[in-house]
């Protein structure tokens, strides 16, 4: 069998360091936290898996590609012509990031699932809906984006009403799909329009016959409603070492004080794994079905050209039927929320919002039109007006990992692109991940720090990458610390809250952060911030 040109896809372009999904067996009809199933269905899906499983120990001792491919051509001929044209269609699935990604993933299943022999259906029962989430639409005050997973292609209805008993109102949707690594499945996108601002709202989804629970969520109140914004915040979270962080994330939001959840990219760390995914999707849903999710992408979201994240979220610059985008804004209430990817596609996956691409040239527009447009009409009416902007990879950090190469050499990199757009259009907050810690930066501009949190001029930069997943923590940092990083914590599973006060001045908001540590919600970090506004 000789090595045919790989042509096929361009996968895990972006990611410099995968990890291995979970690998605990369980059946189709299961789920428990720490258990996602491995099995694909199929008639040679286990045949396959099992001719490349065989060749682990060659993957794992980083043996070339061209040793790799001898390697499975010698165990394809010990069965002879019987699994040959399986053989072909396992090299054709495997392309040169690939074969770099292959000691890092749970291989065997996903290229298993690339080459058509392994096919992951979504779900635990074929109509009932599950992994029902929310997304924030364009006008958050009258507007939800509601959305879930089924098997098979049902329609797509919710029912909702101000009574959990009185459902009488009813919308409808659409459904897509993806067909990534061997997903099967359906889902189902609804926008929920018409609804009065701060009200809630309760509503179950399904197809009309196989109907979900019950659950609620509250539209966002009028910009100059007598009360704050709060929310949620949270980074590279997946589904391992996670669970406590989820735990508390829900009480949070059962607690009726949270807006929306922002995931600050890696999201699930699936690695192109489809039933993590699901598992993934499922956990949140104690969170997802009663406030919206929003997300970033990052480097572990990337296989198959970011498709999964894509086709599971729903960020507002989209429309409905589309896959998302991996860049977006919204408006929500006095806080405009910009959330650019420091990964994206194509070409080389971080360079994709340097000044010259589409993506930069897009800040730059958005940002324009809310200096222009959004915030003086704000200001107009007598409020506020806060520029949050959310990016997963950190422009401001001093973790210590062992290649030092995102602290050290990337984020100046970063900075050099964009730090004096942010800073020209009085950016408030920039919200990061990528490092599995906790770290919050004094207001900070080219290096130099503002001595106060007060009325600052410069944005605060903040890293927030505890949230749980299988690679665990990062607990080493440079030192001497500089001058601008003020707290680090590499230690502590855990989240971020943002408390933004009332609008009751024009002119600036009174602000509170914490990051909380996800097994004894003590607050391991808070600070007192006043934004000019």
Known sequence: MTRPAFALFSFFVCVSALVPAVAALTPRGESHLGAVSTNGTGPLCPVCQSLLTVVQDAVEANATSETIVKVLDDVCQLFGPSVASLCADIVLALDDELFGALPEVNWPAVVCGVANYCAYPCCLTDAEPEQIHLGLAAAPETQMVVMWTTFANTSSLVRFGASPNALTETAEGLTLTYTAAGWQGTLHRVLVDDLSPG????????????????????????????????????????????????????????????DFVHHLGDVSYAEGFQPVWDEFMRRIEPIAAYVPYVVSVGNHDC?????????????????????????????????????????????????????????????????????????????????????????????????????????????????????????????????????????????VYRQVPEPSYELPRAPVYIVNGAGGNIENLDPLFENPSPPWSVFRNGTIFGYGRMFLAPPSSVAQVAAHWEFVAADTLAVVDEVDIVFRA
């Not at 007598?226 to 949070?252: K, P, Y």
Request: aromatic share 14%; glycine share 6%.
């Open 303 to 443: 296989p198959f050209e970011f498709a999964s994240i894509r086709a599971r979220f729903y960020n507002p610059f989209d429309g409905l039927s589309e896959p998302s985008n991996l860049y977006w804004s919204v408006q929500y209430r006095y806080v405009h929320l910009l959330v650019f990817a420091t990964d994206a596609t194509p070409g080389d996956s971080t360079t994709q919002f340097a000044p010259g691409t589409p993506q930069f040239d897009w800040i730059v527009a958005d940002l324009s039109a809310y200096n222009t447009t959004v915030a003086p009409a704000l200001h107009s009416a007598g409020l506020p007006s806060l520029l949050f902007l959310s990016g997963h990879r950190p422009l401001y950090c001093t973790s210590a990992k062992d290649d030092w190469v995102d602290c050290q050499i990337h984020a100046p990199i970063f900075r050099g692109w964009v730090e004096d757009l942010f800073y020209d259009f009085g950016a408030d907050v920039v919200l990061q991940a990528h490092e599995h810690a906790y770290e919050r930066c004094l207001p």
């Open 199 to 258: 009200t809630k709202y309760f509503y179950s989804v399904g197809d009309g016959q196989n109907m979900s629970a019950v659950f609620h969520f509250k539209t966002a109140p009028a910009p100059n409603a007598a009360r704050g914004i709060n929310m949620l915040l949270v980074g590279d979270m997946g589904v391992l070492h996670s669970n406590e962080t989820m735990l508390a994330m829900a009480s949070d939001v059962a607690s009726g004080e949270f």
